[in-house]
């Protein structure tokens, strides 16, 4: 069976076939067995409603409040009850957690007294009756259900906001306070004859014991942080670099597995880099797992932001020489090695990715690699480029570059084809760098057009 899927209030609601059966089996346990079985049907069809109403209400409670501070949550029911859950767009502060936690709470409470409003406008004391029954009904299963939710038992939403009262520092303790209350309550309920609640408060006690002892930290599930790193990865993508960030630190402190770590510190760094915050992004980077291959391109970057140009030539040099053939890798390298003076590697890099470089940055890297010290790589660059032109200017730097690199043979074959392109050979011999090609014999050959 497939979730029943809609859409109240515009948040999106899936209904999974747990919540059906396990709402059936207490709407049957609830409804008695007096009556004909009709009657027993029709009550128990009521009880379900009831049941329905009562829960959307709580987790609109926990949505309208979401909402309020930017988030776009939805809902979800299930055979535990249900949940709420977004994508954060920010790190949500103590107060906003509290709000949000208790509006679900609020809004049974607030269910509660509107049936016991239209109770007393229906005059139900007076005639009793199916409506009576209903709204009393309605009335005593949100009170008690917002009441018993409220317990500092953890899952529950008073469990979650003793949780953030107490702060993230003092989850031990949380979980101590979750522990004992839900072993105490259970007692209650037990002597009171509501086995039922008492064995869901037994359950999140032994819940919370099994984190205790295992020193866990409150987690949210892995596909809710998985689905937070979606989004933090699409505001990168949009420029939202202040969102992105907060949304990657979030899951950074919530997650305990080392690779979504991993993953959020380099979804933190990138927006803190991006957003011209390079000390940030250290610091971001800084919280690395130590057993988690941390992205060279990254960290090169950030050193290179931050002026360290040396360590980034090193790691994309070693990246590089590990394999890594990325386009950009090679591009902040062809930078660093730049503004390291290193000429001539540059343009042997630029040439390696000659066909995935811009003309005007190949130039650039051509022209600081002749007037440099390197007219071979540059020579090699500048043909590459008159491949891809076929401009005379072009050919004319390869030819300086050959001819200032004593490579007269490649500068002779620059020439014939940088003349049959339409350059001047007159240029050439007014070029006083090049008076040794000049007074080379094949030279008049080489610039007579053919």
């Known amino acids: 069976m497939k979730a029943l899927r809609f859409s109240l209030f515009g948040f999106p609601v899936a209904i999974q076939p747990s919540f059906w059966i396990l709402?059936?089996?207490?709407?049957?346990?609830?409804?008695?067995?007096?009556?004909?079985?009709?009657?027993?049907?029709?009550?128990?069809?009521?009880?379900?409603?009831?049941?329905?109403?009562?829960?959307?209400?709580?987790?609109?409670?926990?949505?309208?409040?979401?909402?309020?501070?930017?988030?776009?949550?939805?809902?979800?029911?299930?055979?535990?009850?249900?949940?709420?859950?977004?994508?954060?767009?920010?790190?949500?502060?103590?107060?906003?957690?509290?709000?949000v936690t208790g509006a679900g709470p609020a809004a049974g409470f607030a269910l509660a007294a509107v049936a016991w409003v239209l109770g007393l406008a229906a005059g139900v004391a007076e005639e009793p009756g199916v409506l009576a029954g209903v709204l009393g009904l309605l009335f005593i299963l949100n009170v008690f259900w917002s009441t018993f939710n409220l317990l500092p038992v953890l899952p529950f939403d008073g469990g979650h906001i003793m949780a953030a009262l107490l702060g993230p520092q003092r989850q031990r303790l949380a979980l101590m306070i979750s522990v004992g209350v839900g072993v105490a309550a259970a007692v209650a309920c037990f002597f009171s004859k509501?086995?039922?609640?008492?064995?869901?408060?037994?359950?999140?006690?032994?819940?919370?014991?099994?984190s205790l002892r295992l020193g866990q930290r409150l987690e949210p599930p892995r596909e809710v942080l998985e689905e937070t790193l979606g989004h933090a990865r699409e505001a990168l993508e949009q420029g939202k670099y202040p969102e992105a960030h907060a949304v990657a630190r979030a899951v950074l402190e919530a997650s305990t597995a080392p690779e979504l770590k991993l993953k959020a510190v380099e979804l933190a760094a990138w927006s803190a880099l991006l957003g011209d915050e390079a000390a940030l992004a250290r610091q971001v980077l800084e919280r690395a797992p130590a057993d988690q291959p941390l992205d060279p391109y990254l960290r090169a970057a950030v050193s290179e932001a931050l002026g360290e140009d040396d360590d980034a030539a090193r790691a994309l040099a070693h990246a590089r020489r590990t394999g890594d053939q990325r386009l950009e890798v090679a591009a902040l390298y062809v930078k660093v090695l730049l503004k390291l003076g290193d000429v001539e590697r540059?343009?042997?890099?630029?040439?390696?990715?000659?066909?995935?470089?811009?003309?005007?940055?190949?130039?650039?890297?051509?022209?600081?690699?002749?007037?440099?010290?390197?007219?071979?790589?540059?020579?090699?660059?500048y043909d590459r480029l008159f491949e891809r032109t076929e401009a005379h200017a072009d050919a004319l730097q390869a030819v300086r570059g050959f001819a200032r690199a004593g490579q007269l043979d490649a500068a002779l074959r620059a020439v014939t084809a940088g003349v049959a392109a339409g350059l001047d050979p007159a240029t050439l011999r007014a070029d006083a760098s090049l008076q040794a090609l000049v007074a080379d014999a094949r030279f008049e050959q080489a610039a007579t057009p053919t």
């Open 23 to 99: 709402a059936a089996l207490l709407s049957w346990a609830m409804a008695g067995s007096s009556g004909s079985g009709m009657a027993i049907f029709g009550r128990v069809l009521v009880l379900l409603a009831i049941l329905l109403v009562s829960l959307l209400a709580h987790e609109l409670g926990h949505a309208f409040a979401a909402r309020a501070f930017g988030e776009a949550p939805r809902i979800e029911l299930h055979a535990m009850g249900g949940k709420t859950v977004w994508s954060p767009t920010h790190e949500p502060s103590r107060t906003e957690r509290v709000i």
């Open 194 to 210: 509501m086995q039922f609640a008492g064995i869901i408060l037994l359950w999140a006690a032994f819940t919370s014991l099994g």
């Open 346 to 381: 540059a343009a042997r890099v630029t040439t390696d990715i000659f066909e995935e470089t811009p003309t005007e940055d190949a130039r650039k890297v051509g022209e600081a690699a002749l007037g440099g010290g390197a007219p071979l790589a540059a020579a090699a660059l």
